[in-house]
Structure formats: structure tokens, C-alpha cells
């Protein structure tokens, strides 16, 4: 059965309809062509799906999209809209923290909710945040690297 | 294109009467189990009944016996994040803090993940460490379980069609202290074993371990043996040898069932150190 749900996709309201256990994962890359989120393992392990809602990271492909209409959404398509985010994609860039790129979304998201919680954030708070999204290329020394570059050192 | 009715219910009553109506209706809490299951084509279910947005089964409050209550719509992220989950109640909050990764903590929920009964689960141990009572309700009447009595087999437990669990109430606690240990592979994984340890401290020890058979292993002779104290070597191998008799391990890809046979009287032994070093500090 089709549902009509209004979705609130990095700040814009759209409207679509889903069947009942289509997930955002879905409703994001195959009806509003937003493909940044990536379908890696679809049982929630690998992160390379995360996305925001209501600020915290969360596994689209375990996401009903119809329960999400409440809550507003931000997908890698919209980190560039402030700063952190920015910051982020560009010590990505600089450290060499991309390899292949497919898990380089959902560690930016992950890494972009650690950082606006805790600016300071240090080695073991890193790992910890980021311990739930693979990296198959191995390349996390240098992933951990950007964050921790785009971090404030603690007192400053 | 799968065809599935979700239906969202905007309370209790109304989820439990959908539930009663839709025989072949499953309710969806947080989604991390349920959602997955349905991914590996393992289920395709025609009605789902989504328990998102039912305040009622939200949050965690204290209760006029002086215990916790827990809503089973509360995610582990706050349950890991307790404070008044501490002292004897602390392996609750530890085994939360434990579950497979932030963002996974940010959906899964604690009803949902107790009722689907995985033997590697981490809150299943610890709340039978803590003497948690599972609340149950069906739409005509609730009905209170032990953690001990809830928890029945492989993804198995005392739940009937139509039934939910609403809240996780944790007992009135003294002071105390609690650990939860677990072994893993890699971080995030299920547990190979995991051991959940709640002591009071009037000396009153409960063990339970995960990982270890098909529910929670547990043992009166060990609880005893426990309470003669933390301290006593002789007492805590004799709790893990009384634990190890009635543990049912089973051989899979994240150990045989002997390797686990072989850890339980050691994890059991470093959460008792541990305990009891956390009760040295705090005496």
C-alpha cells in the first residue's frame, strides 16, 4: 500500500509516496535522486547509509521512510552549509582521508554530529564515534587524522 | 515492489488493538532488527505497526517504590547515558553503552531489541543480573514477567501474539555496584560471551551471562556462592564452574562451544575482581 508522506530532506519539504517498508535509503537514492547515501550491507553494519535525523546519526537502510516525516533529515548533499561541515570535507580532501569514497559520506555525517557535540573531541572519542562505519579500503589512520585536525584541541 | 500497510498509531491502546485486529501485523520499535530481517528477504510482512511517537512508551522516570522505569520505546542511547542507572543497576547502562555502534544506539530501543530474544544480546544478561521485571500488555490486560522468566530460547521469549512489552522496571536500588563485561571480535560485534555482575553492598550478588545458550545463564548456586563475597577466589571459581554446568553454548562463527565453556569462569572471575575493587574504592 502507498503511502503520501511529506519528508523534510535537508530542508526542503518533499512530498512522496512509499510503500510501508520501503526504507529512506530508498525513498533517498531512488525517488529524490539524492545518491550520496551509499547501500553498502542493508543490515545497518557498515554506516555507508548514515544520514541525520533530527541532528543524530542513524542508519537510512533501517529507516522506514514513512516514520521519518516527522523529523528533519540531512543527508551529505547539504554538509556544505556550514562550516564544520566544510571544514570537514576539506581536511578529507587534504589529509588524504578518500580513498575509494564510498564510506567517505557517512564518516563525514558521523564525524560532523561528534564534532558539533563535542568540538574537542580526541583520539578515543573519534574511534568510538566512528566505530560503526567500514572503511573497506582500510584507510582509517588518515580518516581519523581529518577529524581529529578539524577538532579544537581541548582549553582552546 | 513489496506491498506493505504501515500503520502508525498514535497510542498504546490504539497499537495494541491494531495488533489484536492483524493477526499477521509486526509491531516495529526502533527498527535495527525488524528493518534487517526484512533486507535479507528472511521476512516480508503485510502490516507493520509502528510504535514510533507513542509517548507513553518513551522515556525513563522513577517509580513510587523507589525503582526505575524504563519505556520500551526508550533508545539505548539514553538508557547508556542514565545516570540513576548506577551503583547495583550500573550493568544496564554499561551493557547499553556496549551495542554495536553510536548510530545504531540512536534507533535501537530496549523493547524492541529484548523481544527479539538474541542470545547475544547484551541488555538480556544485565537485566537479569539487576532482577528486571518486563511490563507486557495485550489490548484486554498487562501483565509483569521476571527478565528471568521472560527470556525462553533461541529468539524466543514469553511474549504471545498481540503482545508488547511496555516498560523495563529495575528494582529500588541500594547502593552497590555492578560491571558488565564482554568479549568480542571486533568493536560493535555481538558477544562471544558477556558476563553482567550486580552486587549490593549488603553483599547480595547476581550473575548472568550472554552468549552462553539460548537465553541468559543463571544459577541460584552461583548467586549464592557470589554473595559469600567478591573477595573469596574460591567462592567466584566455584560460581563459574556452578554457571558453566548449566550454560548450553553453542558452536558458531564467533567461537566453539568449548572455547566459551572456557570463558566463563575467567570473565566471571575479572568481573568479580572488578566489582570488588569497585567496592573497596567506594567503602
Redo the contacts between chains.
Keep these: ?1 502507498s ?1 503520501a508522506c511529506r519528508l523534510n530532506v535537508n530542508g526542503a519539504i518533499q512530498s512522496v509516496e512509499v ?3 520501503e ?1 529512506l535509503l530508498t525513498t533517498l537514492r531512488e525517488r529524490l535522486a539524492l545518491l550520496g547515501a551509499k547501500r553498502g550491507c ?4 557498515c ?1 555507508a547509509c ?1 544520514v541525520l ?1 533530527d541532528g ?4 537510512a ?4 521512510a ?2 521519518c516525516a ?1 523529523s528533519p533529515l540531512t543527508t551529505i548533499e547539504a554538509l556544505n552549509r556550514d562550516a564544520l561541515g566544510r571544514d570537514l570535507q576539506h581536511a578529507f580532501v587534504e589529509l588524504g582521508a578518500v580513498q575509494c569514497g564510498f564510506c567517505t559520506s557517512g564518516m563525514l555525517l ?1 564525524a560532523y554530529a561528534l564534532l558539533r557535540d563535542n568540538p574537542s573531541a580526541e583520539l578515543d572519542d573519534v574511534r ?2 566512528l ?3 567500514l572503511c573497506r579500503c582500510s584507510g582509517y589512520r588518515k580518516i581519523i587524522d581529518a577529524v581529529l585536525h578539524v577538532a579544537r584541541p581541548r582549553g582552546s | ?6 500503520h ?1 498509531p498514535a497510542t498504546l491502546h490504539a497499537a495494541l488493538e491494531l495488533l489484536a485486529d492483524n493477526p499477521d501485523a509486526h509491531a ?1 520499535a526502533g ?2 532488527s525488524l ?2 530481517i ?3 528477504q528472511l521476512l516480508a ?1 503485510t ?2 505497526v ?1 510504535l ?2 507513542i509517548g507513553e512508551l518513551e522515556g525513563i522516570r522513577a517509580t513510587p517504590d523507589g525503582g526505575i522505569a524504563i519505556g520500551a520505546m526508550t533508545r539505548h ?1 539514553a538508557v547508556a547515558a542514565e545516570a540513576r542507572l548506577r551503583g547495583p543497576l550500573g550493568c544496564v547502562s554499561e551493557a547499553a553503552r556496549s551495542i ?5 544506539r ?2 535501537g530501543t530496549i523493547g524492541g531489541s529484548i523481544s527479539l530474544g538474541d542470545p547475544g544480546a547484551d541488555l538480556p544478561p544485565a537485566l537479569v543480573a539487576v532482577d528486571a521485571t518486563i511490563e507486557i500488555a495485550n489490548a484486554r490486560r498487562t501483565r509483569r514477567l521476571s527478565a528471568r522468566e521472560f527470556f525462553v530460547d533461541w529468539y524466543t521469549t514469553a511474549l504471545e501474539p498481540g503482545e508488547l512489552v511496555t516498560a523495563v522496571r529495575l528494582p529500588a536500588s541500594e547502593s552497590g555496584t555492578a560491571c558488565y563485561e564482554k568479549l568480542v571480535r571486533v ?2 560485534d555481538i558477544c562471544i560471551a558477556s558476563v553482567a555482575l550486580s552486587v549490593s553492598s549488603s553483599g547480595t550478588a547476581r550473575a548472568a551471562l550472554g552468549g552462553c545458550g539460548p537465553a541468559p545463564v543463571f544459577s541460584d548456586e552461583a548467586d549464592a556462592l557470589l554473595s559469600r563475597g567478591l573477595g573469596d577466589a574460591a567462592s567466584v571459581q566455584a560460581a563459574g564452574a556452578a554457571l558453566g554446568r548449566v550454560a548450553k553454548p553453542m558452536d558458531d562463527v564467533r567461537g566453539s562451544a568449548d572455547y566459551r565453556r572456557m570463558l566463563i569462569p575467567r570473565m566471571l572471575a575479572r568481573a568479580a575482581a572488578r566489582a570488588f575493587a569497585q567496592l573497596e574504592r567506594a567503602a
Design positions: 500500500m503511502i510503500d510501508g517498508a526504507t542493508d543490515q545497518g553494519v554506516g548514515t535525523m543524530m546519526p542513524v542508519r537502510c533501517l529507516s522506514l514513512a516514520n516527522d558521523t568510538e564515534a566505530s560503526g562505519n | 515492489m513489496s506491498d506493505t500497510v504501515l502508525r516495529i527498527g535495527v528493518v534487517a526484512i533486507n535479507a510482512p502490516a507493520l509502528s514510533r511517537g542511547r554495536a555502534s553510536p548510530p545504531v540512536n534507533m568493536a560493535g
